[in-house]
């Protein structure tokens, strides 16, 4: 089975060993086990003799009871048996189209995006269509060009709330709409950067809302704990559940056992880790915001949630071109936008270390000073 090169995870893991600035990460400045004990106000002598006499076998096969409870209380309407425990959202996404998308179906997804939204489905030799967010319409998706795409063949909408790369969010009202014209097609939404929104809103799920929502989520961005490998399905259409869960018998049978206990134990604590985590996106966004308002040659739209900006440049070099010398010229690790289907911009990762983000931008800077000489 062909697939195409997954351009992000790619370019991520050939160059970010080798920065100096990495402004490219699109989690909430990770988390060490320490650093989760002293926000959860958790003693770690008893945390670890309380786990070290645990038996490490396979564990609960679908996810532990404490994690899935957890999980629960992010949203409004689900029950335990709503939710699968996955290895990360990457195993989650990839578990549901394995699940449900057989050859010749249509699936539409929203660019730009993860790029596993179409590319695995492409891979299963579904018929993916996309459905373009465009800066003019601040990254948000249209009705009529959805419409348009909708056949009877359609097995999938897939949507991604908030949305990386360009950190909009899909307003209550158009989701709304959006539901209307799906009449009944299942509608996967990644829901990864879900809460972290600018404004304390806390984006409402396609699983609150729609019967054939599937949500998508994770422990990494939302939590900061990327190590723990740790996601989630979560559907009220149990049909949904029990093809996923068929499948995931010859895929992973069960998660770690001792991730799922460190995951349950920062879902417990989750309003302190989201709140530390809005008090970053906010402090940094600033600093971002700040920096693109005196740029000649840099433009965004601001980003209303998550840890991603896209970044506009007006000059006439590819994007590849521009994030490589920008690499090997000045040490700043940023994301080609041809690594979402487009150009002429980069995807930033603001949510990082806070010095690391003002030294990338004053070099971002310098770079653009430098391409300016240069006359391109
Ligand atoms: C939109 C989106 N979905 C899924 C993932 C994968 O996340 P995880 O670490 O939970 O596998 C990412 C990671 O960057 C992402 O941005």
Redesign the pocket.
């Given at each position: 089975m062909e697939i195409k090169t997954f351009k992000?995870e790619e370019w991520m893991n050939e160059h970010e060993k080798t920065a100096i600035y990495n402004i490219a990460d699109?989690?909430v400045n990770t988390l060490s086990l320490d650093e989760l004990f002293a926000i959860t106000g958790t003693n770690k002598a008893s945390f670890f003799e309380s786990i070290s006499a645990k038996k490490l076998g396979y564990g609960y096969i679908q996810g532990s009871p404490d994690y899935k409870n957890g999980i629960c209380k992010l949203y409004k309407n689900l029950r335990p048996e709503n939710i699968i425990s996955t290895?990360?959202?990457?195993?989650?996404?990839y578990l549901t189209f394995y699940s449900l998308v057989n050859p010749g179906d249509r699936v539409i997804s929203v660019t730009p995006?993860?790029q596993?939204?179409y590319s695995i489905p492409e891979s299963f030799n579904a018929d993916v269509q996309y459905l373009h967010l465009k800066p003019e319409n601040n990254f948000l998706p249209d009705l009529e060009e959805l419409k348009a795409l909708i056949t009877k063949n359609t097995k999938l909408i897939c949507l991604?709330n908030p949305?990386?790369p360009s950190g909009a969010t899909i307003p209550d009202e158009l989701l709304k709409e959006i539901i209307e014209v799906a009449d009944g097609v299942h509608i996967l939404c990644?829901e990864?950067?879900r809460g972290l929104s600018q404004d304390n809103s806390y984006q409402t799920s396609i699983t609150d809302i729609y019967e054939k929502g599937i949500s998508?989520?994770?422990?990494?961005?939302i939590f900061s704990l990327?190590g723990l490998?740790?996601?989630w399905i979560a559907s009220r259409d149990m049909s949904v559940i029990q093809k996923c869960l068929g499948h995931r018998e010859y895929n992973i049978i069960s998660c770690g056992v001792l991730d799922e206990i460190f995951a349950a134990h920062a879902l417990k604590n989750a309003d302190k880790i989201i709140s530390r985590n809005k008090r970053i996106i906010k402090e940094n966004l600033k600093i971002l915001d700040d920096w693109i308002n005196r740029q000649k040659h840099y433009s965004y739209v601001k980003p209303k949630a998550g840890t991603?900006a896209l970044i506009f440049y007006d000059f006439n070099i590819s994007s590849e071109k521009f994030c490589e010398k920008l690499h090997k010229e000045k040490g700043v690790f940023v994301t080609p936008g041809f690594c979402f289907e487009m150009e002429n911009c980069a995807r930033i990762g603001y949510a990082g270390e806070k010095d690391e983000l003002i030294n990338g931008l004053t070099k971002l800077e310098e770079f653009a000073e430098e391409l300016e000489s240069t006359g391109l």
């Open positions: 992000v699109t989690c290895n990360g959202a990457a195993g989650a996404n995006t993860y596993q939204l991604n949305n990386n990644d990864v950067y998508i989520c994770s422990m990494s961005k990327a490998r740790q996601g991603t």
